[in-house]
């Protein structure tokens, strides 16, 4: 079953505090839908963890609903549970909400958070995969066949495989060569992650393939490029609603960073060549999609069905030639903290959301200039200490990057 716009449905998000989930949040909400949040916190206890904080300064939740209620008259629950720990009040508030649809970020998402150290890895992988299977056993546990969107990502293909080839939605089709016969499937796209973080995302696709041919779970998985922006429409309508802008080593994605780099003068920081190629999406274009997807259900007893949340593709020397040509920034090329390909080839196919409707947001002067404003705005709460990188995908990397003289390029 189709749904329309007019049509309003009870969504729960998991994770709707942090940088994907809010927006999104306020999005649904906007858009007339019934929306609960359950979130646990995590986000706000890792920047003190770290001792890292949000560019923009992000009011608490009660106060962002609030806030919300006020301006708009449109009311958003809220209920303050571990996914992945509290399996029995879950089930209890799913049971109580009766959601239409679960959105499901509740999961650790920084790829440098999770290689830090044997602790951080493991919480990555307990979390994330404990998260998403408790979710998948609640929906069969309380017999709710809400349709659950999962925010995957692009890195669970790994970079470079495919060459010039589109990279399909999920699915390949291959020809399984025996001795004497032949044969044709289609499988999943292998899995090739290149951190633990990205491995837990590969993982959660076998629970999702398991539970939708075992029990009928209605899953969609969005395959997200970097997301990149900070505000939306609604987070924008005033500053108690702004959204999260992280620009540290573990959790600022490389074109923020770019951006925040260039706006307080430090010089912008490639890791490796700068000839790797990634996916890229602005995040008025994730609170779109996420909606596009609510709409679109699979039926019961359909495989996940898969989509690429991407809107464009960069090398990211390019782009910091952009940031620069735009801002005068310097270029540094960093030894590259991470183990990844130094140089690859990306197109991939994102025509599901284009069928459905989605108008790109791609990268503009206008935008990429109103974030490089926002983080200008913001810059006497900018922490220089926390931008280059601390995380290290091999121990031998650390000693690398300390002997290594780093290279300015004017
Ligand atoms: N990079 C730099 N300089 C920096 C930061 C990063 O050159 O200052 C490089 C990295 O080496 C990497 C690329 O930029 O080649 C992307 O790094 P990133 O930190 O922007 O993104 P990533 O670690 O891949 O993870 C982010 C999100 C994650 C999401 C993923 C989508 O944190 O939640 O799933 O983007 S994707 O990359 O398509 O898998």
């Known amino acids: 079953m189709t749904y329309t716009v007019d049509d309003t449905l009870k969504v729960l998000i998991l994770g709707g505090d942090g940088f994907c989930g809010w927006p999104t949040a306020l999005h649904l909400s906007a858009a007339g839908h019934t ?15 770290l001792g890292t904080n949000s560019l923009t300064p992000i009011a608490p939740l009660k106060t ?7 301006l708009t008259g449109k009311s ?18 799913i049971v109580n909400f009766r959601p239409d649809a679960i959105v499901h970020f509740a999961e650790q998402r920084a790829a440098p958070y999770s290689m830090k150290s044997a602790a951080t890895k493991r919480y ?5 995969t404990n998260a998403t299977h408790n979710v998948l056993c609640a929906l069969v546990d309380s017999g709710i066949d809400a349709h659950l969107v999962h925010l995957g990502t692009m890195g669970v293909y790994g970079y470079g495989w495919s060459g010039s080839m589109p990279v399909p939605e999920g699915y390949v089709q291959v020809k399984l060569i025996g001795k004497d016969t032949e044969m044709e499937r289609e499988i999943l796209h292998p899995a090739n992650p290149g951190s633990v973080y990205h491995m837990s995302k590969t993982m959660d696709q076998l629970m999702f393939g398991f539970y939708a041919k075992n029990d009928g779970v209605r899953v969609t998985d969005l395959h997200q490029g970097i997301v990149w922006g900070t505000q939306t429409s609604e987070t924008g309508l005033d500053e108690r609603l702004i959204n999260r802008f992280d620009y540290d080593g573990d959790y600022g994605t490389v074109l923020n960073r770019f951006l925040m780099q260039a706006a307080i003068g430090h010089p912008l920081t490639i890791y490796g060549s700068g000839r790797q190629t990634r996916a ?24 996940p069905s898969i989509f ?25 090329y960093l030894p590259n903290p991470r183990v990844e390909a130094a140089e690859n080839e990306l197109v991939v196919d994102n025509s599901k959301f284009l069928e459905l409707g989605l108008n790109t947001t791609t990268l503009s002067e206008g ?14 709460r900018a922490d220089i200490s926390t931008i280059l990188p601390t995380s290290f995908w091999r121990r031998q990397s650390l000693t690398r990057a300390k ?3 780093v290279r300015v390029i004017d």
């Open 35 to 49: 929306v609960a949040i359950a979130d646990n916190f995590s986000r706000r206890k890792i920047d003190e963890e």
């Open 280 to 303: 890229f999406i602005h995040i008025r274009d994730t609170v779109r999609c996420i909606e596009l997807a609510i709409l679109n259900p699979p039926e019961q007893g359909d495989k």
């Open 403 to 405: 002997k290594t003289k």
């Open 64 to 70: 962002r609903i609030s806030v919300w209620e006020n």
């Open 367 to 380: 935008l990429l200039t109103e974030i490089h404003d926002i983080a200008k705005k913001y810059l006497d």
């Open 124 to 128: 990555t992988v307990n979390n994330n």
């Open 308 to 332: 690429n949340q991407v809107t464009e593709t960069h090398r990211l020397m390019d782009l910091a030639a952009l940031v620069s040509e735009l801002t005068d920034a310097k270029i540094d």
């Open 76 to 93: 958003i629950l809220f209920d303050q549970i571990d996914v992945a720990r509290d399996y029995e009040r879950f089930l209890e508030l």
